[in-house]
């Protein structure tokens, strides 16, 4: 039975206040950390057999760990760089400022604080892919620092089918302090 867990193998996290997010408020350029220096992509080790019932729901968890020696030896990938523009960002190699990928930013928050985001690109380390084209995430904001979270959310399956339920269970957690 799979216990009801969170870890971005990393330890680092961000709170921020549940108040939505103005598009002017993620402009310029930001430095930081990620957590694809620890692990680059999570293998699925499957769906637990055992039901276990969230918020009236009863689901069939599956769970992942990172077994593939996958973390980034790349130190253009582990310690990013981003730059907003409006509507957009993008993951910048701090040693070359090149593109890594591209974000689109939607700013209708339906849930408040939460600014949906949208790879655009690949994210890659050498040709292990940390988040691809078409993932998503959401980005958060407080005071001069911002956390983007991409396939953070594991689906969930109200049924039994391990061949067939298969999740995306590959969290990348960024962290970035704004540059003056």
């Keep these: 039975m799979l216990a009801n867990t969170l870890d971005d193998q990393v ?23 990620n957590s694809a220096s620890v692990c680059g992509a999570v293998t699925s080790v499957g769906q637990s057999s ?25 130190a253009g990938v582990n310690y990013g760089a981003t730059v907003f523009k409006p509507a957009s960002a993008a993951l910048l190699n701090p ?8 974000l689109a930013l939607d700013f209708a928050q339906t849930r408040p604080g939460l600014v949906n985001v949208t790879a655009n690109r690949d994210f890659l380390s050498g040709s292990t892919p940390i988040f691809k084209a078409g993932d998503k995430g959401v980005m958060v904001k407080v005071g ?14 109200t049924t039994f089918d391990p061949v067939n339920n298969v999740s995306k269970v ?11």
């Design 50 to 74: 055992f039901p276990t019932p969230v918020n009236g729901q009863t689901i069939y968890p599956s769970s992942g760990a990172c077994l593939d020696a996958s973390a980034s030896r790349d």
């Design 144 to 157: 001069p620092v911002h956390g983007l979270l991409m396939n953070g959310v594991n689906q969930q399956f």
């Design 170 to 180: 590959n969290p990348f957690l960024s962290i970035g302090a704004v540059v003056e």
């Design 11 to 33: 330890g680092i996290s961000l709170l921020a206040p549940a108040t939505t997010i103005a598009q002017a408020a993620l402009t310029g350029g930001y430095v930081g950390a």
């Design 95 to 102: 040693f070359t400022s090149m593109a890594s990928s591209d």
